[in-house]
């Protein structure tokens, strides 16, 4: 996506997400001037209008000339991206509605080399029987005539060209604002006396092996004596024996 300074950028957001999507986008309006962007440029579309007046969008600092509801059903959708014009930017933040694959081969073909996907992770997942199949092909079309497809870290960029080919223009996204402020949040913690605190660990967040949860359980034994809760999520991919171990 070259030269896009004088374009708008849209950027489409599962709405039901409200753990994930609102806060994703906070970090892009705290950290504009550090990611080098004109807030100006960017629309922030959530697709989901029953949440329209939830408070979690209700509080964004952003003007709501600037943030979309729009109904996931392939209707709207597909009208809403109909209309974009194929010169401005598109970028897709997980890919969770199947069909948003074949109203992209349909209604933004000329408009693909404008347009990019950031994988969550679990949107990698294979589709399940004939039709999951379909999306899974029409998938594949669409994302290697993309300008950009990116994941989050580099086992879901392993799995992505080796599902959809391994030509694809792949690039590695973030949405934390850590990656700015981590300097500031490991000084303030040199002096601190960590004997005195109780202290709550997430290890990842599902039950793929790539979160290292035996290796950082090993590494914790060393506190062995110190007050720590440790949570694992394992929610998903259906990983049994990975879990039962």
Same mark, same amino acid.
């Given at each position: $996506? ?8 849209? =950027? ?9 999507? /609102? ?12 990611? #080098? ?9 959530? $697709? ?33 991206? !109909?209309?974009?014009? *194929? ?5 897709? =933040? %997980?890919?969770?509605?199947? =069909?948003?694959? %074949? ?62 080919? /391994? +030509? ?26 960590? !004997? ?12 793929? /092996?790539?979160?290292? =949860?035996? #290796?950082?359980? +090993? ?6 004596? %110190? ?15 990975? *879990?039962?171990?």
């Amino acid at each position: $996506m070259k030269d896009i300074q004088d374009k708008k950028i849209y =950027h489409l957001f599962p709405g039901n997400m409200k753990h994930h999507t /609102p806060n994703m986008i906070k970090y892009f309006l705290m950290y504009a001037t550090q990611l #080098e962007i004109n807030i100006e440029q960017h629309y922030f579309v959530i $697709m989901s209008k029953n949440d329209e007046n939830d408070i979690v969008y209700a509080e964004l600092d952003i003007s709501s000339t600037k943030i979309i509801f729009l109904d996931e059903t392939t209707k709207e959708l597909k009208f809403f991206i !109909s209309e974009i014009d *194929k010169k401005n930017a598109l970028i897709l =933040h %997980s890919s969770f509605i199947k =069909h948003i694959w %074949s109203i992209l081969l349909i209604n933004r073909f000329r408009g693909l080399k404008n347009t990019a996907w950031i994988s969550w992770g679990a949107d990698l997942l294979p589709g399940k029987g004939l039709k999951g199949k379909v999306y899974d092909f029409i998938k594949g079309i669409v994302i290697n005539k993309m300008a950009a497809v990116s994941t989050l870290d580099e086992y879901d960029s392993l799995l992505m060209k080796k599902r959809f080919g /391994p +030509n694809i223009i792949d690039t590695r996204a973030f949405y934390s604002q850590y990656d700015f402020a981590w300097k500031d949040i490991v000084s303030n913690c040199d002096d601190y006396d960590y !004997s005195k605190k109780e202290f709550n660990i997430l290890i990842g967040n599902s039950a793929w /092996p790539e979160n290292k =949860h035996f #290796e950082i359980i +090993n590494k914790l034994k060393n506190f062995k004596d %110190s007050k720590i809760n440790i949570y694992c999520p394992l929610g998903y991919p259906s990983n049994t024996e990975y *879990k039962t171990e």
